[in-house]
């Protein structure tokens, strides 16, 4: 069976991405939701001592609380990804990419939520953060899952699994074919030139002592 016919085979993960999105997207929201009614702005709740604590902050920039200030301009970055996910995830077959894809789709999701319909106001919305770590930026759930889907992407293509699933070295060996390189066709054939030419020069040089004993 060819590389091609396997990846056929392979079952879609879009249903998989999918629901790992949606949970994502479910925790990321539910925590806000808490953090909202929970923390006071400024205050620090101790959790495990000072390594991790909840604390309220409105971000307006990008993830980690970085560009503030350009809140519409991630808004559109950020609607933009979610739209490639969504579509370029209809290829995956792999469960690894399906919830690699899934994390990083729910927590750009979560945060483009907070961007569309919290104050101020549509495209410059006020994302909630609420985790803190010693020099860190604060940061949701949303942030955590775009984390850890970027570091699965680095890990994947790494390792060399492509989206159907199927490894990228049966791609490159499958792409080794004198068809597909036609230097080695182009040596070939200069190699048969270079023998044909030795073997007149052969024929030649033995056809003068022929006529000399016929003489």
């Known amino acids: 069976m060819t590389t091609t016919e396997e990846a056929v085979g392979r079952p879609r993960r879009y249903v998989l991405l999918m629901g790992v999105a949606l949970t994502a997207l479910v925790v990321d929201f539910l925590t806000k939701e808490w953090a909202l009614a929970a923390l006071t702005p400024g205050e620090f709740v101790d959790v495990i001592g000072e390594f991790l604590q909840f604390t309220l902050v409105f971000n307006t920039g990008a993830a980690f609380s970085l560009g503030t200030g350009y809140t519409w301009l991630f808004t559109i970055i950020s609607t933009v990804v979610v739209l490639a996910i969504g579509y370029m995830g209809w290829r995956v077959r792999s469960p690894w990419w399906g919830v690699t894809l899934g994390l990083m789709l729910g927590g750009a999701a979560g945060n483009l939520i907070d961007r569309f319909f919290r104050p101020p106001g549509p495209f410059e919305g006020a994302v909630v953060d609420f985790l803190s770590v010693p020099n860190w930026p604060v940061?949701?759930?949303?942030?955590?899952?775009?984390?850890?889907?970027?570091?699965?992407?680095v890990v994947l293509t790494f390792k060399g699994i492509n989206l159907d699933g199927t490894p990228a070295s049966d791609e490159n060996a499958g792409g080794t074919t004198g068809a597909d390189r036609p230097e080695q066709t182009e040596d070939r054939n200069d190699d048969a030139e270079g023998k044909a030419e030795t073997d007149a020069e052969r024929g030649e040089s033995g056809d003068g002592p022929g006529e000399g004993r016929d003489q």
């Open 139 to 153: 940061f949701n759930i949303a942030d955590s899952c775009v984390v850890v889907g970027a570091v699965l992407v």
